[in-house]
C-alpha cells in the first residue's frame, strides 16, 4: 500500500485536488499535504455548492453523463473522482467543473483534469484523448488534449511535489495576487495592510435538518430521521449526513428518534417560534474538569480576561471593516469605515470589559447603519432588531447567528470548557 493506502507502490499517491493546490501555490500545497492545515473560504464554499447541485444534472449536451466515477492510475499514483465522465464514439472524456468566472484556462485545473484523464484511461482501458473543463462562472468550456507533452508535464509536477512530500523540498511563501484568494492566507501571511483577506465562512460539510411545520413529529427509521405530518411524509434524512438538528415551535420528537441523534452525536436544539434557543441537547459535556476549573480562575483574573477581550474584539471589527470594504467594491462605492477603525483604536486603550463592550456596540450599530447602503430598498433593512426581528433581513440575520451560537456551544462543550461562562458576553 502507498501512504493513502490506495495503491501497492513505493510513492507517495496523490488526489488530483492536491495537483490544483501545488500548482495554485507549492506552498499552499505544503501547508495542506504536509502540515494538514486545510481552511475554507467564499470561493471553496460557493466552488462546493455548484458541484453538489449541479450533479443532480445528469445530461451534457445530448449525450448522457455519469457523474462522481472514481479513477487511479498505479503508473502515476494518482486518484480521486471525476466530476463526470460522457462517452464520446470509442472515447471517453472527463468533465471537470469549476466556479470560476475566468476567460481563460488557468494551469492548475489543466494539470488535474489531465491527471483525471489518464487515470480514467487506465482504469476503464479505453482511449481518453480530450478532457473538458468548464467555468461555471464565465460559461466558458475549454477542451484539453491529453497528449504526450501534456502527461510529460504533469510528471515533471507529481515528481516536484513527492520530494516536498518526503521532506527532501520545502516550499516558502511568496505573496502574490493570488493570496487574496487563498483560504489559507491566515495561516501562511503575517497582517499585512496591503492584503485584502477573504470573510471566511465555516467549513460546513453536512446537512442541518430545521424542523418548522408546526405539529410535524420526527420519527426513526432505521439510521434514517423521518419527519412526518398528519400521516404525511415530509422528508427522510440519513443520520450520517446530519451534523444538526433544529426543531422550531410545536415539533415532537419521538424517543428512538432522541436515541438516534445521541448514538450518531448529533446536537438537537429545541427553538421558539421566532428561533430563540430554548435548549439544546448535545454528547455530554467533556469530562476534563481541570480545564474547566482553570477557565474559572481565568474568568477572575482581568490580565487574562482583558487583553483576550481585545483581541476578539479587535477581530472581530477587522471582519467588520473586510466586510463592507468588499461590498463596496463589488458596487464601486467607497465603504465608509473610518467610525469603526476610531473604536478599533479606542479598544486597544481600553481599561475595562465594559469599555470594550460599550465600544463593541458603538462599532456594531455603525456597521449595520453602514450596510443599510448595500441591502436592496425592497427588504425595507434600517438597521439591527431582534426580539423579535422585524424584518426579512433581521430575521435572516436572527437565524444565521442563531445558528453559530449552537455551533460554538457545541465546539466549547467538545473540548471541556463551560460555554455559559463568556469573558466578554455571558
Ligand atoms: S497565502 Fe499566498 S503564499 Fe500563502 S499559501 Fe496562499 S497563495 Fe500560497
New binding site residues.
Partial sequence: MGKTGVLEDQHYDIPFYAINAYV??P??YY?EHVQGIFADNAHITEGRFIHATKSKQSRWGNKKKIPGVFVASEELGVYGYVDYVISDSDDLRPIEIKKSSSTHLYENDRLQLIAEAVALSESTGKNVRLGVLKYEGSGKRFHVKIDEKAIKKLKEILSEMRKILSGEVTPK????T??EK?S??SY??PPDKDLKRMVTPHSERKESLFVMRQGAIVSRTGKSFLVSYNGDKLARVNAHSLSRIQLYGLITLTTPALKLAVEEGIPVSFMTLSGKLITKLSAPLSKNVMLRKIQYQKFEDPEFVIPLAKKLMIAKLDNMISALKRLGKNRKQKAKTEFIKQQRRNIKTAKSIEEIRGLEGIATKNYFQELQKYVPEKFDFDGRNRRPPKDEVNALLSFVYCLLLTDIQGICESVGLDPFLGFIHT
Fill in positions: 495554485y501555490c506552498y499552499r501547508l511563501p511568496k505573496k502574490s493570488k493570496c487563498c489559507l492566507v501562511c501571511m
